[in-house]
């Protein structure tokens, strides 16, 4: 699914894409990096497919996945330590 559609579909089911992410229990930046690529992968794609159909038939997806115990995504690729470079040598 491209990027926009996947926009589409979460703002059909009435959300921004920082809401959709803290319901997702997703970094809403992750869920923002997406459109550099222009595509979701497949879980997102479904899900805001899901979750638009839902809104427009009147269904509280909200409360379906709020009761759904997600883990929270752990985030990747943390700052640069430069203390801890700066005790790794390298051999010439």
Same mark, same amino acid.
Not at 34 to 59: F, S, T, W
Not at 69 to 76: A, C, P, T, V
């Given at each position: ?43 997102? #794609? ?36 430069? #203390?801890? #470079?700066?005790?790794?040598?390298? #051999?010439?």
């Amino acid at each position: 699914m491209t990027y926009e559609e996947f926009r589409r579909n979460v703002g059909k089911a009435g959300l921004t894409l920082n809401e959709f992410g803290r319901l997702m229990k997703m970094n809403p930046v992750s869920i923002s990096n997406y459109g550099k690529r222009g595509v979701v992968p497949n879980h997102l #794609a479904v899900i805001a497919c899901l979750i638009g159909e839902m809104a427009d038939h009147q269904i509280d997806y909200r409360s379906l996945l709020e009761k759904i115990d997600l883990d929270s995504k752990k985030h990747r690729g943390l700052p640069f330590n430069r #203390a801890a #470079a700066s005790t790794v040598t390298t #051999a010439n």
